[in-house]
């Protein structure tokens, strides 16, 4: 072990006094690279190692200038800029990345899942309408279609909001298969954001199939926003699921009577 740089180590010491600082320091700046310790890299802080750094040429380099200096590198030196890098690092462990599914509910509210209850389904029938009518129950945001032999098709459907809710007996008068819609001037007078005109397409708010009742502004239509079935959400037409005003428009014909109770 009693090598070079050894030697050189123990001279340094042992002359500090005597006239050899230059030759000592020589010779110890001629060795290999001190190792630098760092701490756990968990740990906030790495543990520092005062090191000799043989680039700072105002006291000769080596072990003398540790010996007086602060214990600092200059600032050109390798080893300086190699600490640096390390007391940058960031032992906190990464976040774990965010779901997808997560990300997308951030940005976007969820939305309510369907009730089940709105599925369509054969029920009993026991009202005075005849096969082939349509009936509304407002109330309780289900539209049958009445099939005779006490049975009828029952769909859920979204109904006009407050105030506009209505009641009656209308006839389907036309039939339109991903119908274009142009907002009434009633509504744009209260909705002025509205579009004045829209091609049908599934971003159309009349959805998939619609069926006008008589000459009023009122139709039984689809709907792109499915968790609006079984709320008051509309300005008095009837909503349904897209899939179910398919199936209802293939059983109905212009003619049907609806009765809106």
């Known amino acids: 072990m009693f090598n070079k740089t050894t030697l050189a180590l ?4 042992s002359c500090l006094g005597g006239g050899y600082l230059p030759a000592a320091a020589q010779v110890f700046s001629s060795a290999e690279e001190p190792a630098l310790i760092y701490a756990d890299p968990r740990a906030a802080e790495p543990v520092r190692v005062r090191t000799a750094y043989a680039e700072r ?3 000769g380099g080596g072990f003398i200038e540790f010996l007086f200096g602060d214990g600092t590198p200059p600032p050109s030196s390798r080893y300086y800029q190699r600490e640096r890098m390390y007391e940058r690092r960031d ?13 997308e509910a951030a940005i976007e509210p969820a939305r309510p899942e369907f009730d089940p209850r709105y599925e369509k389904q054969l029920v009993d029938y026991h009202g005075g309408e005849k ?14 279609l009445v099939q005779g032999d006490g049975k009828a098709l029952r769909y859920g459907v979204g109904v006009g909001r407050p105030g506009f809710t209505w009641s009656g007996v209308k006839t389907i008068t036309a039939k339109r298969e991903w119908p274009a819609w142009t907002p009434p001037k009633e509504m744009l ?11 049908g397409g599934p ?9 006008y009742l008589g000459s009023s502004l009122y139709r039984i239509h689809g709907s792109n926003e499915p968790w609006t079935i079984g709320t008051n959400v509309s300005s008095g037409c009837i909503r349904m699921r897209n899939e179910d005003v398919i199936d209802l428009y293939g059983r109905v014909g212009v003619g049907t009577k609806v009765v809106v109770i």
């Open 10 to 13: 123990l001279t340094s010491v």
């Open 57 to 59: 040429s105002n006291m």
């Open 91 to 103: 032992y906190l462990p990464p976040s774990a990345p965010q779901p997808m599914q997560e990300q």
């Open 131 to 144: 096969a082939g009518t349509i009936v509304i129950d407002t109330p309780n945001k289900y539209l049958y």
């Open 189 to 199: 007078a209260r909705r002025p954001d509205l579009p004045r005109h829209m091609e």
């Open 203 to 211: 971003q159309n708010p009349l959805g998939a199939r619609a069926m």
